[in-house]
């Protein structure tokens, strides 16, 4: 049994005929036609597959926290400001869906504006995190890296975000007493 790509010279009638074989199998001296259309479909099919499997995995991890706040606190137009990285996102029962360097923040007078890298907006829509919902603020140092572990929690639901130290003016002007008890 042999597979692949290539040319496949048959000898099956009394005149020689030259076949382009593409993910076929040779059986007893024959080619079977259906290993050849289920390569021809993986190949096809498969990108159609993967983007359906990506959207529904992001669907899903939306619906474990991020869309509830995208719901009640929705900004679909982008403030100015420069965005920073967030290191690391928890939302969910026991941090079920977790968002490692895909979301990103701005800081702005209203809250903290948040949304996802590209590839993963799908269901992510963004929005603003009013000031008011961060209930407590932990500081962390991990080798070389600092920066602030933010407890949300609100009407809403809860849920927790690394943010780096670049932040840190923003926070002790928007939410000092919180800043001052972590510091």
């Known amino acids: 049994s042999r597979a692949g790509i290539g040319w496949l010279l048959t000898f099956a009638q009394p005149t020689a005929s030259?076949?382009?074989?593409?993910?076929?199998?040779?059986?007893?001296?024959?080619?079977?036609?259906l290993p050849e259309m289920f390569g021809i479909s993986i190949g096809v099919f498969?990108?159609?597959?993967?983007?359906?499997?990506?959207?529904?995995?992001?669907?899903?991890?939306?619906?474990?926290?991020?869309?509830?706040?995208?719901?009640?606190?929705?900004?679909?137009?982008?403030?100015?400001?420069?965005?920073?990285?967030?290191?690391g996102a928890a939302f969910g029962v026991a941090g079920a869906a977790r968002y490692n360097s895909v979301v990103r923040a701005i800081p702005?007078?209203?809250g903290l504006y948040l949304y996802t890298f590209i590839l993963f907006r799908a269901f992510h829509q963004p929005f603003t995190l009013p000031w008011?919902?961060?209930?407590?603020?932990?500081?962390?140092?991990?080798?070389w890296t600092r920066g602030y572990i933010l407890h949300v929690r609100d009407r809403v639901g809860g849920f927790s975000m690394h943010v780096r130290d670049g932040i840190e003016p923003e926070l002790r002007r928007h939410i000092p007493s919180l800043i001052f008890e972590a510091a």
Do not use: K
């Open 18 to 33: 030259l076949m382009i074989s593409i993910g076929s199998t040779l059986i007893a001296g024959g080619v079977s036609p």
């Open 46 to 87: 498969f990108p159609f597959f993967f983007v359906g499997l990506w959207l529904f995995v992001c669907f899903v991890i939306s619906r474990l926290g991020w869309n509830q706040f995208a719901v009640a606190y929705g900004s679909p137009i982008r403030p100015p400001g420069s965005s920073r990285s967030v290191p």
């Open 108 to 110: 702005t007078d209203e």
């Open 132 to 143: 008011s919902s961060i209930e407590r603020v932990e500081r962390y140092t991990m080798l």
